[in-house]
């Protein structure tokens, strides 16, 4: 028998080919290439769903009333603005929350400029995740008249309660409902999820249902198409941030409309400094996952969220820029605190994972609760393996789960909700607070969960193959074809494109510490540069032939732009 072929990484190379007959038909209805009509066919059900996939536009998005719960929501904030009550913001201090929280103050004050609003973001290290009783009881002693939640409430029944009994109405925009779970009887919801909505994308972050809430407030005003496109740039950010599914024809619309906005320009000030602050001209939606939401959460992890909304609703320019520094100094000492700490936690790790991977240490040590969701990625990546990082403070733990596809993150957490205060996420992200008493039974009950989940599982990790190429197809051509299947995040990651049995000249290992590998691949016309960051010490396994797992993505240095292969891994080739 022969030996598996595994990569460099150590990973095992995985190509699902698309239906030929689909390949054909994408081929000749949209004029595609064999290489993007098979990465397409393989992405989308519904071949007829291929021309509006590639032409995402406001037609698109679906009319706020079709979400259950939209008309009482409506009449609710017109009924609170009209009596002259005040109103509360309370949202999730990541990146959906923040974007949610300026698209719902922004709609609210175009409804009516003496609308009386205030906004609340949790502290991570004071409240916590979720709408919280703290939250509940300082709006009824503030006299709110009503609670706006987003990203958060639909699962926070009690403080729901708790604001209901108090005199103050809830409205609950949110999307992290698990199947089977009843949304809080006591408020108005708007939840895509939720039990009876048959809104046609299920798939929505709350920025989404944010933006519909504003469209059916505003959408009748003569300027809401201007105000749409500012929200749209807010969408766009919190909808690539938070992951939710960018193959619904409506979220791909939000994102590729929303960067088209945020390309075009123009911004406010709040806006046009951090777009400065983090080197951005030209935007993709991978500089939003790399470049903007780590700064915009950086604030929520290193100091207070409330920051990104002083700086995205300030209009002094001056000012701005210093609050954007500010931003940016956050994010450094993120960066920081997270390399750090992810160096501890891979060394206690070991050499022999577990089934599910729990590392934990002492606040005081350095376990800063802010990453612990960053790291918990970083050891997932690692092991392949669902991860838990947990910062202990005193009598109790809060961490973050990182999950593999096969393990829902939220329903582990349902199996031991007896060992928990509190916890919540998403199937592939989740936190959570627990006694520390608690943490080894938490360590082996979620152990148990995986193994009786999965009690097969191959922990060998695996990188999908979209197409397999030539050297002379990566050209321009194939570049724009790719770039029309934009915009691409959760469920249309970039394509990884195949390219067999090739030869590498020119291989150095670049940077400080010898990280970077640069080489070039040899074709019959000009040499095509390719890259592996941070892979530097295979610069000797190159000299046999190879086969690279890569990108097809382009390079702006210096004002000068080149296509190259962004390399995802590399493996011998197989003898011929």
Known sequence: ??????????????????????????????????????????????????????????????????????????????????????????????????????????????????????????????????????????????????????????????????????????????????????????????????????????????????LKLAEALLGHLPRWTQYQASMLKLAAIGTVADMVPLTTLENRAIVALGIGHLNRGPHHPGLAALLQVAGLSAIRESDIGYRIAPRINAAGRIAEADLVIRLLTERDPARAQELAQQLDAHNRDRKDIQLRLQGEALRAVGPTPSSFVVVAGREEDGWHRGVCGIVANKVREAVNRPAAVVSVQGEFAVGSIRSVPGVHAVRALETIADLLVKFGGHPMAAGFTLPVVHLEAFRERLIRFVDNTLPDADWCPTQPVDAEVDVGDLGEELFRELRALAPFGMGNAEPNLLIQGVRATGVRALGAEGKLLRFDLQNHGQPLSAVWFGHGEHAAQLSPPIDVLGRLEEDQWKGERRLQVNVVDLRLAAPS
């Open 1 to 210: 028998m022969t030996a598996e072929r595994l990569s460099f990484s150590g990973a095992r190379w995985v190509h699902s080919p698309a239906d030929p007959a689909h390949v054909a038909q994408l081929r000749r209805d949209q004029g595609l290439s064999r290489v993007a009509a098979s990465v397409l066919a393989a992405r989308i059900g519904d071949l007829g769903r291929a021309g509006a996939w590639l032409t995402p536009s406001l037609e698109h998005l679906h009319a706020p009333g079709a979400m259950l719960g939209m008309a009482p929501a409506v009449d609710l904030v017109r009924r609170t603005v009209r009596d002259r009550k005040k109103i509360r913001i309370i949202t999730d201090y990541d990146v959906d929350g923040t974007t949610s929280s300026l698209i719902l103050q922004a709609a609210l004050r175009l409804l009516d400029p003496a609308v009386d609003v205030s906004y609340h973001i949790p502290s991570r290290f004071g409240e916590g995740y979720g709408f919280s009783g703290i939250a509940a009881e300082k709006a009824v002693n503030d006299g709110v008249g009503l609670i706006v939640t987003a990203d958060i409430g639909v699962r926070d029944h009690r403080s729901v309660s708790t604001a209901r009994t108090g005199g103050v109405e809830v409205l609950v925009c949110d999307h992290h409902l698990p199947a089977g779970e009843a949304v809080p009887a006591d408020a108005t919801v708007l939840c895509p999820p939720q039990a009876g909505d048959t809104y046609p994308n299920r798939a929505l972050a709350a920025c989404g249902v944010s």
